[in-house]
């Protein structure tokens, strides 16, 4: 090898071990030093005095409390209540119609069936039909007024139907009969098919339930007129002053106005001032108290504006 290339080769390997050597030297005199390598003052203790954030070393411990859902048909009182109790009963044991209804609503009360027809409480609308769908009530009774073929009511029934009646004449707006009461599986067939023979399919199901799918069926429903003077039809009995004070006041007794104006979209039906539907009094009470006007809404139902099929 040419000496010169040798030399040469010596002199940029020690110039460039020379420059790592001055940086590394740097760098490490960098944190005592100045410039020119003298030594910098010391720093302001206060200003080199930056409290650090403790590090975490555990996560703080998160509380869980769970309610557990009330079921109030675990309550011995309510147990025996439905065994050997009214309805009334029932919903006492529950503490009143209004925790009645909110436990049944949120649906907290698997003991309380609102397909049982033999119950105040039965539900039965156009997606709700009777089971079995020919039931009959076990016992009738017929209320004290009653117009030509009203037929009877459930003992019970009819007996608060009086009791109605006795007070609305007492608050001066005449007394109260019974137009239209029970009717059989049968007697409904008739009835619907009348209706829908003169009025067709349609308004024929916003005028009158199908067979299986009527209130009149349990026993619970009246439709009533006013007998102030002479007893007029239903049809008129919403613009009475009997029809106002029953709307007003029908809860007290144990009845609901069953088809009110504006809830045809959930009923299924057209505007009935004159049905009345007996829930009892406490139930009643729970109706009228928190403003509802369809027994879907007040048991967290849907609606049932029409048939299945």
Known sequence: MDPRVTFRLFVTIGLAVALIGALWALADGSAGAGPGGLAKADPDPKAAAVTMPAAATSLPSVQLHATIASNPCAQAAVQQ????????????????????????????????NLSDPNRDWVVVNKARPLSPLTFAPTSFGDPALTVDGAGSLRSDVSQALDRLSAAADAAGVGTIALASGYRSYDTQVQTYSGQVAQYGQAQGDALSARPGHSEHQTGLAADVVSCAGGCGDIDSFGGTAAGAWVAANGWQYGFIVRYVAGQTPITGYDPEPWHLRYVGVPLATAYHDGGYTTLEQFFGLAAAPAYAG
């Open 81 to 112: 209540a439905l065994s050997s109790g009214g309805e009334d009963a029932v919903v006492a044991a529950f503490g009143g119609g209004a925790a009645f209804r909110a436990a049944v609503a949120a649906g907290n009360a698997p003991c309380v």
